[in-house]
Nanobody, 119 residues
Framework: QVWLVESGGGLVQPGGSLRLSCQAA????????MGWYRESPGKQREMVAA???????TISASVKGRFTVSRDGAANSVHLQMTNLKPEDTAVYYC?????????????WGQGTQVTVSS
């Protein structure tokens, strides 16, 4: 079992910045990918950014150039630096991790942290 603990959400004005952090705990071995998804009212949960243990980064076109994902593999943590935030970035952000077991890949989710961009 892996637990993902998020921190760093909050209220910020348009154009501002926030940094989200996520720490994996418990049986956090063989984590192949960590990243962030977000979900806003009336919309499906969407991938924001992720980074694999081999360093491959995937980032949504909607945030490219504004958000940066970084990962500390040894510490099993992932961070999302968000700059030039826009009202449409308002959502609950969820940390996501994939654990590769011998017979399957298992997905884990954090509890979510609210990001609100508003003046």
């Amino acid at each position: 079992q892996v637990w993902l603990v998020e921190s760093g959400g909050g209220l910020v004005q348009p154009g501002g910045s926030l940094r989200l952090s996520c720490q994996a705990a418990g049986g956090a071995f063989a984590i192949t990918s960590m990243g962030w998804y977000r979900e806003s009212p009336g919309k499906q949960r969407e991938m924001v950014a992720a980074k694999t243990s081999s360093g491959i980064t995937t980032i949504s076109a909607s945030v490219k150039g504004r958000f940066t994902v970084s990962r500390d593999g040894a510490a099993n943590s992932v961070h999302l630096q968000m700059t030039n935030l826009k009202p449409e970035d308002t959502a609950v952000y969820y940390c996501h991790a994939v654990q590769k077991l011998s017979t399957e890949d298992v997905d884990y989710w954090g509890q979510g942290t609210q990001v609100t961009v508003s003046s």
